[in-house]
């Protein structure tokens, strides 16, 4: 069955650090990919999507790319801020509208 | 404001003692979904529906039901809760299936003793 594989955490980086989360999925046919974050206390966001091969999903300064040759979705931000502290989820959609979420990554951003 | 709800927010209860979990939203999503978050496993789907009087189950179906009865509101059932079901659990729409942005409620915090 379809799966989700992403690093895991938790990650600690100082302000402005590169940011690489990595993410690879299994998955029949073409499923869509998405990105979700979730704050202390709240239910998850949507992050950014990509929906096809080589699309490239981007939101708040964060980027990732679907990868369909090594079946990847890493999740990048080139400076991090505090405000970037939160858990980051990679998923993805399968034909029959079935999601499978990735056990989440616990980034902290230190000032 | 658009949002979905989700309520108890909190719930302690024992085993064996039914319970319901309702969800509603009014952004008028065809897609609903249920899911657990626990530690160490990320989210798991539980049962989803594209629209009213059709359920589908996720991942981890086992020991709870559905139903979807009108568009707006998507209640999930426990009918003999164990422990194991300890979770914390999310509501979600999307207005186009599971491709879409799914909006989540705020959390629904199970204690099953």
């Known amino acids: 069955g379809n799966s989700v594989t992403q690093m895991e955490g938790p990650v600690t980086l100082s302000e402005e650090a590169f940011l690489t989360i990595n993410c690879t999925y299994t998955?029949?046919?073409?499923?869509?990919l998405f990105w979700y974050v979730q704050y202390p206390g709240e239910g998850l966001q949507l992050l950014l999507k990509?929906?096809?091969?080589?699309d490239k999903g981007s939101n708040k300064g964060f980027e990732a790319t679907y990868r369909k040759e090594t079946t990847s979705f890493h999740l990048e931000k080139g400076s991090v801020q505090v405000s970037d502290s939160a858990v980051y989820f990679c998923a993805l959609s399968g034909w029959n509208n079935d999601m499978r979420f990735g056990a989440g990554t616990r980034l902290t951003v230190k000032p | 404001e658009a949002q979905v709800t989700q309520n108890p927010r909190y719930l302690i209860t024992v085993t064996g003692k039914k319970l319901t979990v309702t969800c509603s939203q009014n952004?008028?999503?065809?897609?609903m979904s249920w899911y657990r978050q626990d530690p160490g496993l990320g989210l798991r789907q539980i049962y989803y529906s594209m629209n009213v009087e059709v359920t589908d189950k996720g991942d981890v179906p086992e020991g709870y039901k559905v139903s979807r009865k009108e568009k707006r509101n998507f209640p999930l059932i426990l009918e003999s809760p164990s422990p194991n079901q300890t979770s914390l659990y999310f509501c979600?729409?999307?207005?186009?299936?599971?491709?879409?942005?799914?909006?989540f409620g705020p959390g629904t915090r199970l204690t099953v003793l």
């Open positions: 998955a029949t046919g073409y499923p869509s």
């Open positions: 990509a929906t096809k091969a080589d």
């Open positions: 952004m008028n999503h065809e897609y």
């Open positions: 979600a729409s999307s207005t186009s299936g599971s491709d879409g942005e799914q909006f």
